[in-house]
């Protein structure tokens, strides 16, 4: 008889060997694999509040204030007596004012200020700046792979053992300048922070967590095997577990079939007729425009294991994901011209972390003429369709596979360079052969 999978109890298991290897174990660092929506926040928030409890200082390292102002809040909801540093920069405006209401949170430029507080927390780029300091005995780095190797160096000096939590399957580092000169040496720069620690430390202790509370059952398969082939994860949810449903019937448009295909599925692919386009296609960014007023005007539903009673899908609940900040700001455009606000529209390097329960997306390799590196990297396409609880709905021109075969890539092989795998490539058509299977054709 086949063993029943508890995703709770596999989840729970998983943070519990974290946790101990963080307080008891040995080694320097230690390394944590996410899929998207696994409770990496919730991790880190718990290892903040134990080793606190077990009396060991600790230094929190984050990539944006957002990320740092989110976790400061967290703390304080789960131990509002918990001294807590908010280590900032010299702007104007250089925390979330929220902030200012909780009273066991300490906030300042310098680092001095907060020594012996509990915990401290700060982005990279202020930690680097940090010197003459006590070193702290342990650290949490958050969303470790979106940090530079350059970054970690830069603040290593500032604790001795680290607890590195990210999301392999996100995107790169981002790096404004070009690291080819670095490509295949033990210290690239341009490297994310986890490959460069585990090249030079590969005996250090890796875990991974195996569960998406996020992702529902539909849509955790094929992120999965499309994107995480070597650290595949379960949905913590079952097939019925959600519904997504409307309380207006389909007019039998396009937009209409492909939002009830999607509620149904889980997945929804609204082609349109194959072409090659400007960036921003007028006719692709308004078949964007009109799947997010239909499903608001539907009047969207969603039911889950947070809540039996359904919850309206309201404007806040919707994000629509796009590779480029044009595409983005002329989706804007649309929906302003159909009364449409309150959505999230942005690029997937914005919408990273972030959750919804319906994202529409506009497909990177849409209309395009070539497949070039920026719109193949993995980490875009997996952001983009990894962000939803109920549905995720594609808008993409005919024609990509096609497109994917004709522009095999063409990227130097790098000796030394650890393959990225899956490369874009394989990840595209994995993801468009699923979406095939819900296919509704535009003006059709």
Known sequence: ?????????????????????????????????????AGKSTLVVRAALELAAAGRPLMVVAQTNAQVDDLVVRLAEKDPGLPVG????????????????????????????????????????????????????????????????????????????????????????????????????????????????????????????PVSWRLPASAAPLVSDAFYPYTPFRSGTDHGDRLLSFGVASDGSAADRVLDEAAESGWGLLELPARHTPRTDPEAVRAVALVVRRLLDRGGAATSERSPDPAPVTADR??????HRDQAAAVRAALAELGVTGVAVDTANRLQGREFDVTVVLHPLSGRPDATAFHLETGRLCVLASRHRHACIVVCREGVSDLLDEHPST??????????????????????????????RWGR
Request: aromatic residues 6%; negative net charge.
């Open 1 to 37: 008889m086949t063993a029943v999978f508890d995703p709770g109890a596999a989840a729970g298991l998983a943070t519990a060997r974290i946790l101990d290897d963080t307080l008891n174990g040995s080694a320097r660092g230690i390394v944590v694999d996410s899929p998207p929506g």
């Open 411 to 440: 990227e130097p092989v790098q000796l030394g360079v650890t393959v990225k795998f899956p490369d874009g490539w394989e990840a595209n058509h994995a993801v468009l052969a699923h979406l095939a299977e819900h296919r509704v």
């Open 318 to 323: 919707v994000a629509v994901g796009t590779a």
């Open 86 to 209: 908010r280590l900032h920069s010299n702007d104007s405006d250089p925390y979330d004012k929220v902030l200012d209401g909780l009273a066991n949170v300490r906030k300042s430029a310098k680092a001095g200020d907060l020594a012996g507080l509990d915990v401290v927390i700060s982005t990279a780029a202020k930690w680097a700046h940090v010197k003459n300091v006590e070193p702290w005995g342990h650290a949490i780095v958050d969303e470790a792979y979106q940090m530079r190797s350059d970054a970690l160096l830069a603040v290593a000096g500032l604790f001795e053992r680290a607890l590195f939590v990210g999301d392999p399957g996100q995107l790169d580092p981002f790096s404004i300048v070009g690291a080819d000169q670095w490509a295949g040496l033990s210290y690239d720069p341009s490297a994310s922070a986890v490959t460069t620690l585990l090249a030079h430390n590969p005996e250090l202790p890796q875990h991974r967590l």
